[in-house]
């Protein structure tokens, strides 16, 4: 078998339609959401979410899954996706408030000990780790106060708009 060596591998077959992809199981669990948020939110009866939830799970193409989804209101994608992408960035912004705390914490130990060392070795006891201890302490806290700020604001704003 012959492979010429210029030919580009795509992942596009030739001559099928982007609507007659395949759909994986992620396809099919994020239309079976959609299909859990328009019974609960009143867009579907029981027999119609039921009827559409067996659709969903034996669905091998894309056109299956639009078909299912076509005559829902298309906020139901869109606020889904909004709150997604809105934890995402919250748990983003967390992980780096922990990162970067984290490194601060060990960094500063790590000068603790080299001034523990240095003044037993030296018995010179000027306690010269505060200044960057501080320095980037100040750098941390203005990291880490107002994204925490911003998330819980972002968290007030969320539940009191569930509310009303």
Known sequence: MNIDSGAVLSAEPAGIPAAARRVGAAERDRAVDLLGDAYSTGYLTKEEFDERLDAAARARHRTEIDALLADL??????????????????????????????????????????????????????????????????????????????????????????IA
């Open 73 to 162: 209101p298309p906020k139901l994608r869109t606020s889904r996706d909004r709150a997604r992408r809105r934890a995402r960035t919250v748990t983003a912004a967390r992980l780096g408030m922990r990162i970067h705390a984290g490194v601060y914490a060990g960094t500063s130990l790590l000068l603790v000990a080299v001034w523990l060392l240095v003044g037993r070795a030296t018995d010179f006891w000027y306690p010269w780790p505060i200044w960057p201890v501080f320095g980037w302490g100040v750098g941390v806290l203005g990291h880490v106060v107002p994204v925490t700020l911003a998330i819980r604001a972002r968290e007030r704003r969320d539940r009191s708009a569930s």
